[in-house]
């Protein structure tokens, strides 16, 4: 029996641990940071003032219409933030990547953060729409829902002593949790709600005007672009943050061997 | 705009959150870059001088 190629880890790991190391990290996300900064502020600005000054009203809802150019994106990014906290813990669970259980940890406030923009936009375009603040209806609870995931994930990584135990159960819980996001994504199929469908989707044509459609995308890939230079850049922070605490440990461990000694 | 108070303030909002996690976190990497480098000037000092004894 080839002994050796039960012990070598599978290819697919060794690329990502290559990845995840911090010194790479650190160089590689110095790099793009910026980048993604600036594109992010600079894209979001044309989707904002074009969705808010020249696109036109909505037939039906007049100008409350303007509030999807800033809710729509926030929706997808809850949703798509915590897939990628889903992600991260898949690469902490099965190979143990060193990168994925901070960037789960700095993910979780910023999805939350998120999650709680898109349900207060929601709201102010649900008062003057529908006449209500919020209803029970299967989008908005399982929107809810999706945010206490965040809030229980956040709190469970900072609940052990041991950070690796807190990394373990915040990875559990953001793998039970995914199930939420299809029951987010076709609640207003499944069920009859007071929502409105979806307007855009990956396979059918969209449903919503061109002279919309256009600054809703742009403000969506702005956000995201943000979305990714947040959570890059307290990643960045949390690596740093972690080779402080492990040089004045060794620091402090060798100054005791040294007072031991003499 | 009928509805202006509420398209500003969705606004408001979509624009500030983002804003405050983008600033704390450059505040975050900067702190954390000063207390990297304050450390290794440190490291370096007593390196030197453990080799000079």
Redesign the interface.
Known sequence: MDTSSSVAPPRSGKTLHRFANPGQFLRLSGKVLPWLFWSGGIVTTIGLVWGLVFAPDDWQQGDTVRIMYVHVPFAWLASAGYFSLAVCSVLSLIWRHPLADLAAVEIGPVGAGFTAVCLATGSLWGKPTWGAWWVWDARLTSVFVLFLLYLGHIALVRAFDDPTRGYRAGAILALVGVVNLPIIKFSVDWWNTLHQPASIGLTGAPTIAASMLWPLLFSAIGFTLLFAAITVARTRAAVMERRIRGLLMAKASSANEERAVS | ????P??L???V???G??L???VE??F??R???R??AA?DVS?ERGRRERNRT
């Open positions: 705009m009928t509805h202006l509420y398209i303030a969705a606004h909002i979509a624009v959150v983002p405050f996690f983008g976190a450059l975050r990497v702190s954390a870059q207390r990297l450390i490291r």
